[in-house]
């Protein structure tokens, strides 16, 4: 299995607090992503990056943030927390960019914004 | 855009049978790859197989086999001698090609449920 950590596993905040999400990796891969999953909508983008500080929006990018100053970790902020954003959150990594390099998947953070 | 559509929000299935899960997907593009991850109840993800669109050989794997028909845009999973293991949400997922940054789209999901 991929080396990928995130922490905390679950998390139970209130709305506007800022919450971070953390994913560790241990493969040296470049490229990591910001996934959530709802029901109904499977899992969505939200942000990704392709090397230390460069970062990109995905499709669910609005009230999230992220920053990679090692290769190794990347964060996931959520500046002011609300309900709508109670959610699962994957951290992925891939070697590759290209779409025949498959993603790696982390366990998952639980939050949930009351 | 690209979208992907599971109409099967669940399915069941009695150990050792066959059970085949739909997906269908919608885009312009010629050159892509195509994606079952399985995700049972411990929440993480598997990726189970894989279909690069420009080879007309259904991929497989063990159990695990895929029906993809380019021209209807269908990429469906079949599971042979199902096992309680399989129990678990399955997504179908679609992928660009190129430099596409790891870009899925994920479709809904099927729950399926394996019973002894």
């Known amino acids: 299995d991929a080396g990928i950590t995130q922490s905390p596993r679950h998390k139970v905040t209130e709305t506007g607090t800022p919450v971070t999400l953390r994913c560790h990796q241990t493969?040296?891969?470049?490229?990591m992503y910001w996934y959530r999953q709802d029901p109904g909508h499977g899992l969505r983008l939200i942000h990704y990056?392709?090397?230390?500080?460069?970062?990109d929006k995905g499709e669910v990018s609005d009230g999230y943030s992220v920053s990679r100053s090692k290769t190794e970790d990347f964060l996931l902020t959520l500046e002011s927390a609300t309900s709508s954003q109670t959610s699962v959150y994957f951290c992925?990594?891939?070697?590759?960019?290209?779409?025949?390099?498959?993603?790696?998947f982390g366990n998952g953070t639980r939050l949930t914004v009351t | 855009a690209q979208t992907v559509t599971q109409s099967q929000p669940e399915m069941s299935v009695q150990e050792a049978e066959t059970v085949t899960l739909s997906c269908t997907y919608d885009?312009?593009?010629?050159?892509?790859?195509l994606f079952w991850y399985k995700q049972p109840p411990s929440r993480q993800m598997i990726l189970v197989i894989r279909?690069?669109?420009?080879?007309?050989q259904n991929a497989t794997e063990n159990r695990f086999s895929v029906n993809f028909q380019k021209a209807a845009k269908s990429f469906s999973l079949k599971i042979s001698d199902s096992q309680l293991g399989d129990t678990a949400m399955y997504f179908c997922?679609?992928?660009?090609?190129?430099?596409?940054?790891?870009?899925?789209?994920f479709g809904q999901g099927t729950i399926l449920t394996v019973h002894p």
């Open positions: 997922a679609f992928i660009s090609g190129g430099t596409s940054y790891g870009k899925l789209t």
């Open positions: 279909q690069e669109a420009y080879k007309q």
């Open positions: 990056s392709y090397g230390v500080k460069d970062t």
């Open positions: 885009t312009s593009e010629s050159n892509y790859y």
């Open positions: 493969e040296n891969h470049r490229y």
């Open positions: 992925a990594i891939s070697e590759l960019s290209g779409y025949n390099s498959p993603l790696h």
